[in-house]
């Protein structure tokens, strides 16, 4: 069945740094991709997303590439602040949004 | 204001005893969804709903219910809470956008903690 499997963490990072989260997938059809983000005693939401090969997701300086050859959908960004300290979650939808599954989580601190 | 909210958002009961917890939506969803979120798994699908009359189970539903009183409004039960259910619990909605349901939307979450 479909799947999603992303980087373990915990990440801790220093400001400024740069961050990559990697996600791969398994998926029959199309999928959609998705990186949400879950900040301390909130719900997720989502941060970008992708819904063909080769697009590129981006939202507050995150980005995020759907490359199909490599079934994968890694999260980067070029120069992390505190505030981006929260858990990141890849996920994948059917192409129809009837399924919906998410990766485990990677946690990132990030210290001034 | 939230589009989707959760009560109660923390709870403590105890093993044996029934609880409910509801969720509420602004969004003019249709589908609404139950996951639950414990550490290093992730989120698992509890129950998910895509209309008022259509209920269908995910992977993890054993030990919980579910009742769509309406669009609106989705509520999950556990008949018979066991520490074991101890878990972050999140209400999602879903809606048609340019023809596809393509983003979840989440509450806030409930910390339910069973003794």
């Known amino acids: 069945g479909d799947s999603v499997t992303q980087m373990e963490g915990p990440v801790t990072l220093s400001e400024e740094a740069f961050l990559t989260i990697n996600c791969t997938y398994t998926?029959?059809?199309?999928?959609?991709l998705f990186w949400y983000v879950q900040y301390p005693g909130e719900g997720l939401q989502l941060l970008l997303k992708?819904?063909?090969?080769?697009d590129k997701g981006s939202n507050k300086g995150f980005e995020a590439t759907y490359r199909k050859e490599t079934t994968s959908f890694h999260l980067e960004k070029g120069s992390v602040q505190v505030s981006d300290s929260a858990v990141y979650f890849c996920?994948?939808?059917?192409?129809?949004?009837?399924?919906?599954?998410f990766g485990t989580g990677t946690s990132l601190t990030v210290i001034p | 204001d939230a589009d989707v909210t959760q009560t109660p958002r923390n709870r403590i009961t105890k093993t044996g005893k029934r609880i409910m917890l509801e969720c509420s939506q602004t969004?003019?969803?249709?589908?609404m969804y139950w996951y639950r979120q414990d550490p290093g798994l992730g989120l698992q699908l509890i129950y998910y709903?895509?209309?008022?009359?259509?209920?269908n189970k995910g992977e993890i539903s054993d030990g919980y219910s579910v009742s769509r009183q309406a669009q609106a409004k989705f509520s999950l039960s556990l008949e018979s809470a066991i520490p074991n259910q101890t878990a972050l619990y999140f209400c999602?909605?879903?809606?048609?956008?340019?023809?596809?349901?393509?983003?979840?939307?989440f509450g806030p979450g409930t910390r339910l903690t069973v003794l």
């Open positions: 998926a029959t059809g199309y999928p959609s």
């Open positions: 992708a819904t063909k090969a080769d």
């Open positions: 999602a909605t879903s809606g048609r956008t340019s023809g596809t349901y393509n983003e979840q939307f």
């Open positions: 709903s895509f209309d008022v009359k259509d209920i």
């Open positions: 969004k003019g969803h249709d589908r």
């Open positions: 996920a994948l939808s059917d192409r129809d949004g009837n399924q919906f599954y």
